[in-house]
């Protein structure tokens, strides 16, 4: 039985998962972080170095609760995390709570994202970043392309943030848009997973929630072929949105009118 279900509720079985490439700095800190919530963690290793392969090593001998899968090279953030949720979804798992490894995210929240997912299980719980000054402007700015684009992908303004990596997943829902078409395998994977899981029909709740830019940290963002990459994906979710536009709005007005 998962650590975390007798304390949370009998339906309600979730774990942390994390990727991670290189963070071997940060990553013991976030794993005792998250322990000290209750939740057990899936850590999947994304071909790191042989430094940060040896303090994962020890995080898994030293914690039961840690499950470390690792994938033979680096593919990218989000073949990890389609790893990490396939996995969770086989060990019984009915939430995956993604966290970044390199500190970025505040697990203090970790009761507020488990709380919102408790009260409404179907739901993506969506981390909406507060930036302090660390944040770099550049990756500010192009953030508010993104929503943007997002907003016209979905027909909605619901989600807040697309690009935050800290979230809580329902599952099944999400498992369910894997099996159907692979997930890109990059950065792009946070962004394309919410938008596909709201033409779904899942429901998007945001928390707003501190994020930081640690000083000396290490990003793997590569700015021209990131970039490009999620140029891509908004072309192709702006021509997936076009059959669904009916649906969407038909869906938005039903709200509308239940909310009314």
């Known amino acids: 039985m998962p650590l975390a279900q007798a304390s949370i509720g009998e339906s309600f079985h979730p774990c942390a998962l994390i990727p991670i490439y290189n963070h071997k700095d ?34 898994a001998q030293s914690e039961p609760a840690v499950q470390l899968i690792r994938l033979p090279r680096n593919g990218g953030k989000g073949r990890a995390l389609t790893a990490g949720l396939i996995a969770a979804r086989d060990a019984g798992y009915s939430h995956a709570l993604q966290i970044d490894a390199d500190g970025q995210h505040n697990a203090d929240d970790v009761p507020r994202f488990l709380a919102a997912g408790r009260d409404h299980p179907r739901a993506l719980i969506c981390g ?20 943007v684009c997002v907003w016209m992908e979905t027909l909605s303004f619901t989600l807040r943030d697309s690009m935050c990596g800290y979230r809580l997943y329902p599952i099944e829902e999400t498992c369910a848009e894997i099996d159907r078409a692979p997930l890109p395998a990059r950065m792009d994977f946070d962004t394309e997973v919410a938008v596909r899981l709201m033409w779904r029909g899942v429901q998007v709740r945001n928390m707003p929630t501190r994020v930081i830019y640690p000083e000396n940290g290490l990003s793997h963002f590569r700015m021209l072929h990131d970039n490009l990459r999620i140029s891509a994906m908004h072309t192709r979710l702006l021509l997936g949105m076009l059959p669904r536009a009916p649906m969407l709005l038909w869906r938005k007005r039903r709200r509308s009118a239940w909310a009314a």
């Not at 909406?128 to 929503?147: C, M, N, W």
């Open 26 to 59: 940060t990553i013991t800190e976030t794993v005792h972080a998250l322990r000290a919530h209750g939740l057990p963690v899936v850590i999947v290793d994304d071909g790191s170095d042989d430094a940060t392969r040896a303090v994962l090593q020890a995080l």
């Open 128 to 147: 909406q970043p507060i930036f302090d000054e660390s944040v770099p402007r550049a990756r500010l700015y192009g953030r508010y392309v993104t929503h």
